[in-house]
């Protein structure tokens, strides 16, 4: 279908912009999101920063092995590896960390968390980052399920292309707190049955997650590729910082992405959720069906986002050939 404008009267499923009367705000990805949300604000209330907030509600995600593409219970890779991806930030100081690819492992935020506390780095990956693991403490653990492994061994029988339409994806988490500071954390085992190695938008600063402590905080969920080739995230602060509401910063960043995609905006895929720093609330997606989960004091809910297309979320995408005639 032809994209939609900035703000279309047709725009589907959105529950319009929201606005948190009070604080901590938390916004994540998903219906999953909810409850994680709800323990990150049980967390700052009982005395937690807002960071540590955002890492026990994505532990809980993490530790949930009934979910299929995050930590523990996650969908393995091409060789039935679990390879796991997270990062975290906090806007004070503009601090992140982050880990990819990482094995064995069941909270990589909690290590994303140590790799920016404890190390002059950012980002750690593979076997790098399971030795910090190691080193800080973390446990090692088998991270395929029962249920993984028999899906991982349909997929072999049938040898189809990696997908993600078993269970939804990653888990996002922004947080604002009540003096003004801003958070955020991703994590996932992203695409099932990738290649080994092959590392998505969480984990990677300015794609799965951006915080700016003078803007907004935004995340992403969905296709990696599809976001990572356009620095997602980064990109829907900046539109914040332009002055849009929230919403309208996600609306218009998948506009920008599908405007410049062979994919359009049917294939894409992608998810955004964002908050500004005066509390206001917004997501959108490429197309129908992505929830995402808001708490704040007084209020806890799953809304659904805007989308801009009518095809339903779940699918694979990645680079793609320019079309037939096209700059060739
Ligand atoms: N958004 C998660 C991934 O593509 O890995």
Not at 247 to 263: G, V
Not at 306 to 328: D, K, M
Request: proline share 5%; aromatic share 6%; net charge negative.
């Amino acid at each position: 279908m032809a994209l939609l404008m900035f703000n279309p009267p047709g725009l589907r499923g959105a529950e319009g912009e929201g606005q948190a009367t009070q604080f901590p705000l938390f916004v994540s990805t998903w219906p999953f999101g909810q409850p994680a949300n709800e323990l990150a604000r049980k967390t700052v209330e009982r005395g937690g920063s807002l960071l540590d907030g955002i890492e026990a509600g994505i532990r809980l995600t993490e530790a949930d092995f009934k979910n299929l593409s995050v930590g523990i219970g996650g969908l393995p890779n091409r060789d039935g590896v679990v390879q796991l991806d997270a990062c975290i930030m906090v806007g004070r100081g503009h601090q992140a960390g982050a880990v990819a690819a990482i094995e064995g492992i069941l909270h990589p935020i909690s290590v994303a968390r140590k790799v920016m506390e404890e190390t002059p780095h950012v980002l750690l990956v593979g076997q790098g980052a399971q030795d910090f693991a190691v080193d800080q403490g973390f446990s090692l653990q088998p991270l395929l399920t029962a249920t993984a492994r028999e899906e991982w061994r349909k997929w072999q029988a049938k040898q189809s292309d990696p997908k993600r339409d078993l269970n939804h994806d990653t888990i996002a988490m922004i947080g604002l707190d009540a003096a003004g500071n801003l958070a955020g954390g991703c994590s996932t085992s992203g695409l099932a049955y990738k290649l080994p190695g092959r590392v998505g938008d969480s984990p990677l600063i300015g794609d799965g997650l951006y915080v700016d402590n003078e803007v907004g905080a935004a995340g992403a969920t969905g296709v990696g590729e599809n976001v990572l080739r356009y620095c997602g995230s980064f990109l829907v602060v900046e539109f914040m910082r332009q002055g849009l509401h929230p919403q309208a910063a996600c609306i218009k960043t998948i506009e920008r992405i599908a405007r410049l995609d062979p994919l359009g905006v049917d294939e894409l895929f992608i998810n955004f959720i964002a908050i500004d720093k005066a509390g206001r609330f917004g997501a959108a997606g490429t197309g129908e069906g992505f929830e995402y989960a808001v708490t704040y004091p007084g209020s806890s809910e799953v809304r659904d986002s805007a989308a801009l297309s009518s095809r339903s979320v779940g699918a694979i995408g990645g680079n793609q050939p320019e079309p037939r005639g096209e700059n060739r």
